[in-house]
């Protein structure tokens, strides 16, 4: 327990650093360091999203960023697609698990060193709206919201990502809100903040129904989180954060090459 | 009142976690269990409370009409999503 709880401190403290959730370094430190089963550190890796995410959403709410409406819109896909992942865990093979979840691990990297660029138009409010936006009070003073059906049905695959992994899914959600939707990036990434605590609730929800979640695992986890996002927050604001990111790249890179190998050597 | 929610519901379940991981120490194994069961859905009601507070502010706020729809639909499905995994 106490091996899991300074695993845990110290993956707080460098997913904070880095504005990650945490979920994408603590799955693979759990089944490569200690060894335990993908689909308990991805549901013990879920909860540790839930309260990450309460966190962060404590931080957007004073922002005024967050678009509530498009947040729920989405998470209407969002919810369906962490249950059909859930499910999904429990019939396709680990091997593929280990495979794609160094594949996302590999991607989420490569984002996070090429930095995030804004991909919605300046200014969109006058160009016309989508009605289905309109109806649904999607659209804001500031933009309008593109593709909501489009962006309905990717937000499934969003929320599948997110439970069977367990990730927050910001990796899907940013891009499929700020490219195809056209809401800007600053807007996109609080609104991510405030669906991921839902879509992680409903993974977290249904593998502890199933049994697959080891509360003697769960407990110190989500402690050494919240303490290692407080202390990096109040301590190690001086490291600089490009340092961090880089250390992280490559350490990350070995860990996605060991989690593909993990799913070869499972086949 | 959304900041409130999400500041007691971290809180409170960060402090049971901590209370069973120094009970577990002593051996308690039944009330270490309850406290951890208990700390795990204050963590897991907040967001869905949360969600629940966005859309009783909406329904009270006349120009959130849809907004409330689609928070009833997300409640609703989450709903069936932990009815499903009790049923399998």
């Known amino acids: 327990m106490l091996l899991v709880l300074a695993i845990s401190l110290g993956t707080g403290a460098l997913a904070s650093l880095m504005g990650l959730g945490g979920g994408i370094i603590l799955v693979p430190v759990f089944t490569l360091l200690l060894g335990i089963p993908f689909p308990v550190a991805a549901a013990t890796s879920i909860v540790a999203v839930v309260a990450a995410s309460n966190g962060a959403a404590l931080k957007f709410h004073k922002s005024g960023l967050t678009n509530v409406s498009l947040g729920l819109w989405l998470e209407i896909g969002t919810v369906v697609g962490a249950v059909l992942g859930v499910l999904a865990v429990g019939v396709i093979s680990p091997s593929f698990l280990y495979f794609f979840f160094g594949a996302t691990l ?143 790249a490559l350490i990350a890179f070995v860990a996605a090459i060991r989690m593909i190998v993990r799913g070869v050597e499972m086949l | 009142m959304t900041v409130a929610i999400l500041r007691i519901g971290n809180s409170l379940s960060l402090l049971l976690f901590i209370l069973a991981i120094i009970l577990s120490a002593v051996g308690e194994v039944e009330i270490v269990l309850g406290l951890m069961k208990f700390g795990l859905f204050t963590l897991l009601f907040t967001p869905v409370c949360r969600l629940v507070f966005v859309g009783w502010e909406s329904l009270k706020g006349g120009e959130f009409r849809a907004r409330k729809w689609m928070a009833l639909v997300v409640i609703m499905l989450l709903v069936l999503s932990i009815l499903l995994g009790i049923r399998h």
């Open chain 1, 106 to 248: 590999i991607l989420a990297t490569l984002t996070m060193l090429k930095g995030r660029q804004d991909l919605s138009r300046e200014d969109n409010s006058k160009t016309p709206s989508y009605p289905l936006s309109a109806a649904l009070g999607l659209n804001t003073e500031d933009y309008k919201v593109r593709r909501p059906v489009l962006g309905l049905f990717l937000s499934v695959f969003a929320g599948a990502l997110s439970s069977m992994l367990g990730v927050g899914g910001g990796i899907v959600k940013l891009p499929l809100m700020n490219a195809v939707m056209q809401v800007p990036l600053r807007c996109a990434v609080a609104t991510s903040s405030f669906m991921i605590g839902i879509t992680a609730t409903t993974g977290a929800f249904m593998y502890y129904l199933q049994g697959k979640l080891d509360l003697a695992l769960v407990a110190p986890t989500v402690v050494g989180v919240l303490a290692g996002a407080y202390f990096s927050s109040q301590f190690l604001t001086k490291i600089p954060v490009s340092l961090i990111k880089r250390a992280f």
